[in-house]
């Protein structure tokens, strides 16, 4: 099965960075479309950025231009990296591995397998305050 493993939250103030880290177990990493969520409180998990097998990525409007997804799948790892920080970035963030976005040969091989479609992180918290 495949583990996540989200670092480097924390607290920063408006206008800082931060740069989150997805450490997955497991060989079948590159075969994932790898994403980001976040959740803040009283608040849906929504989508942050995403990023295919193939490198295909996608961001939600509110971060676009401020974030930047990136996958090292020699390392096994997807990254976050957040300049800019608004208050309103405070949240838990949420790393997604999926298949949504894979090829039929990787879902055919994960279900072969006994891989799931889909996999989560515990969260990491992010807190933007002065």
């Known amino acids: 099965q495949v583990q996540l493993v989200e670092s480097g939250g924390g607290l920063v103030q408006p206008g800082g960075s931060l740069r989150l880290s997805c450490a997955a177990s497991g060989s079948i990493f590159s075969r994932y479309t790898m994403g980001w969520y976040r959740q803040a409180p009283g608040k849906q998990r929504d989508l942050v950025a995403s990023?295919?097998?193939?490198?295909?990525?996608n961001y939600e409007v509110d971060v676009k231009g401020r974030f930047t997804i990136s996958r090292d799948n020699a390392k096994n790892t997807v990254y976050l990296q957040m300049n800019s920080l608004k208050s309103e970035d405070t949240a838990v963030y949420y790393c997604?591995?999926?298949?949504?976005?894979?090829?039929?040969?990787?879902?055919?091989?994960?279900?072969?397998?006994?891989?799931?479609?889909?996999?989560w992180g515990q969260g990491t918290q992010v807190t933007v305050s002065s």
């Open positions: 997604n591995a999926n298949l949504d976005g894979s090829s039929p040969s990787d879902r055919l091989f994960a279900t072969r397998n006994s891989f799931q479609n889909i996999y």
């Open positions: 990023i295919t097998t193939s490198g295909r990525i």
